[in-house]
């Protein structure tokens, strides 16, 4: 139950002007957004984020339940996940590679260099 329609509006505004930022991180500054501009009229008590691409599983899958700031607790699993996620599911099976890679070192590596890149 959205406050009112600046909700929508402000959501829809901001995800336009972010168009250069990785998508998941662009839905969650609209979400911040809408929420700014008066959210849930009940309230803030949990947060999703459910990406599909064209594999089996998600691209991302994120959850915040009963949490005093679910956005920003949201927002803080979705870095976590460009560390670890991330460069792990580019090794998952797919459809083109159905046995994935399960080389470990080759994982550890590309965990590592993203980690390095984000600070």
Not at 22 to 34: D, N, Q, V, Y
Not at 35 to 49: F, I, M, T
Not at 77 to 100: C, D, I, Q, Y
């Amino acid at each position: 139950m959205l406050a009112g329609p600046a909700v929508l509006d402000e959501t829809a505004r901001v995800y336009a002007a972010n168009e250069g930022l990785p998508f998941s991180e662009r839905l969650i500054k609209a979400m911040f957004a809408g929420e700014a501009a008066g959210g849930d009229k009940r309230g803030k008590q949990s947060a999703a984020l459910l990406i599909h691409g064209t594999e089996e599983w998600p691209l991302l899958d994120l959850r915040v339940d009963d949490h005093t700031d679910p956005l920003r607790e949201l927002q803080r699993l979705e870095a976590v996940s460009r560390e670890h996620w991330v460069p792990f599911r580019t090794f998952m099976p797919t459809r083109g590679n159905p046995s994935g890679t399960s080389d470990r070192a080759a994982i550890n590596a590309a965990i590592a260099a993203a980690s390095a890149s984000r600070e």
